[in-house]
């Protein structure tokens, strides 16, 4: 079964409209959240880690929660530089020490002038 | 550019060859992760090295090895090619392992014909 669900899969937004992208993830023993931007036939580029329940990671216009069981992605104001696919991953504790991160499919974010 | 180099950028091949991506991680990066990324399945986690010892292994099918070099580079080495292995491939570099802002590449595009 999915471990990281990502909402909502493709978001269409004008400039200036704010939102919020979902990350729910049924993983136990988390031991980081991460937020990743990936423009088309680009690899991931970095954005947050969040640690624990209640920390909150702001980079311009775009600010990072995590609770106990999701994370929110809140963009404010964004621009059309803001339209990419927005990945969410979790690592965790699993058996045979294996430590890679379980992604989320992403969020497709357009935004439009 | 992320300080981390893929080569080649893209690559294709025929079904049942043989085929070898490169990784070079960032300066002072010791970890090498591998992730293969498909339009159905996302970001899958395949294997990881630090500082060339294998440490974790993914959703890596026994056709596909890897290794890591004592000047840290990495080398997925991709066998008897089936049209399902066409992907974009990344390699991700930490400081250590686990836990931390991984940095990624710019993805081997691999096409199966």
């Known amino acids: 079964e999915d471990q990281v669900t990502q909402s909502p899969e493709a978001l269409r937004l004008q400039e200036g409209e704010s939102s919020s992208l979902n990350c729910s993830y049924t993983?136990?023993?988390?031991?980081?959240l991460f937020w990743y931007r990936q423009d088309p036939g680009k690899g991931p580029e970095f954005l947050f880690t969040?640690?624990?329940a209640g920390e909150e990671k702001e980079k311009e216009r775009l600010k990072a929660t995590l609770t106990k069981k999701e994370s929110f992605l809140h963009i404010t104001a964004p621009k059309p530089e803001d339209s990419a696919t927005y990945l969410c991953a979790v690592l965790y504790l699993r058996g045979g020490g294996a430590d890679g991160l379980t992604f989320g499919k992403g969020t497709h974010l357009i935004i439009q002038p | 550019d992320s300080g981390v180099t893929q080569t080649p950028k893209h690559l294709i091949t025929a079904t049942g060859q043989r085929v070898t991506l490169r990784c070079s991680p960032r300066?002072?990066?010791?970890?090498v992760y591998w992730y293969q990324q498909s339009l159905d399945q996302g970001l899958q986690f395949l294997i990881h090295?630090?500082?060339?010892?294998?440490?974790a292994k993914g959703n890596i099918l026994e056709r596909f090895s890897a290794q890591q070099f004592p000047d840290l580079h990495s080398e997925l080495n991709l066998s008897s090619l089936e049209l399902g292995d066409s992907a974009l491939y990344f390699c991700a570099s930490s400081p250590r392992g686990g836990g931390h802002g991984y940095t990624f590449g710019s993805g081997t595009r691999l096409t199966v014909v």
């Open positions: 090295y630090y500082n060339g010892e294998e440490r």
């Open positions: 300066s002072g990066d010791l970890s």
């Open positions: 993983v136990s023993g988390l031991r980081g």
């Open positions: 969040l640690y624990s």
